[in-house]
Antibody, heavy 124, light 106 residues
Framework: QVQLQESGPGLVKPSQTLSLTCAVS??????????WSWIRQYPGKGLEWIGY???????YYKPSLASRVTMSLDTSKNQFSLNLSSVTAADTAVYYC????????????????WGQGTLVTVSS | EIVLTQSPATLSLSPGERATLSCRAS??????LAWYQQKPGQAPRLLIY???TRATGVPARFSGSGSGTDFTLTISSLEPEDFAVYYC????????FGGGTKVEIK
């Protein structure tokens, strides 16, 4: 059974870069059956999709965040990463890494499963 | 971006009762709509996708329906573990989530 685990600093200063990693177990991030994504949840509970990265390394980011977002794969460690630059307090949220399906029997292009999430606070 | 509006914001019901949750899209999402369940302190969990397909392990008391702009999640008879927050999500035009409906114990 696949499991995802986020890690990274819980506190980031304004204007700096938020960097998170998602370790994947029980599946290979190089598998052509899946893609890997980041979603955040604000303190008020709203959910926002950030972007995704395919097994090939191709990426697609939410347009409003694209200028600040970079995602990458590390196949040697079976993990993927998120960098979000020039952060402000508005980027304070719980960040989830999630898997998206590309081939049956996975739900095609839906998010399942999710990591447990990690809270990132932007504050000086 | 497609805006998803969920109603009601809070639904107060007793165990055994039927729950009906609504998700309305600002433009058609065809059938590309999913529902997630989130319990306190946990990540969301996929319940229903492509409007009406239950994800693996989801009990049959959960069902989804709708098309275009109006969708419904129905829980036929609430179990104690069903009290949670439910979110809808579309993937027709970029990706977006609704604001959630909290199902609480009356």
């Amino acid at each position: 059974q696949v499991q995802l685990q986020e890690s990274g600093p819980g506190l980031v200063k304004p204007s700096q870069t938020l960097s998170l990693t998602c370790a994947v177990s029980g599946d290979s991030i190089s598998s052509d059956g899946y893609y890997w994504s980041w979603i955040r949840q604000y303190p008020g509970k709203g959910l926002e999709w950030i972007g995704y990265i395919y097994y090939s390394g191709s990426t697609y980011y939410k347009p409003s965040l694209a200028s600040r977002v970079t995602m990458s794969l590390d196949t040697s460690k079976n993990q993927f990463s998120l960098n979000l630059s020039s952060v402000t307090a508005a980027d304070t949220a719980v960040y989830y890494c999630v898997r998206g399906g590309l081939l049956p029997p996975a739900p095609i292009n839906w998010f399942d499963p999710w990591g447990q999430g990690t809270l990132v606070t932007v504050s000086s | 971006e497609i805006v998803l509006t969920q109603s009601p914001a809070t639904l107060s019901l007793s165990p055994g009762e039927r729950a009906t949750l609504s998700c309305r899209a600002s433009q058609s999402v065809t059938s590309y709509l999913a529902w997630y369940q989130q319990k306190p302190g946990q990540a969301p969990r996929l319940l229903i996708y492509d409007t009406s397909t239950r994800a693996t392990g989801v009990p049959a008391r959960f069902s989804g329906s709708g098309s275009g702009t109006d969708f419904t999640l129905t829980i036929s008879s609430l179990e104690p573990e069903d009290f949670a927050v439910y979110y809808c999500q579309q993937r027709t035009n970029s990706l977006s989530f609704g604001g959630g409906t909290k199902v609480e114990i009356k």
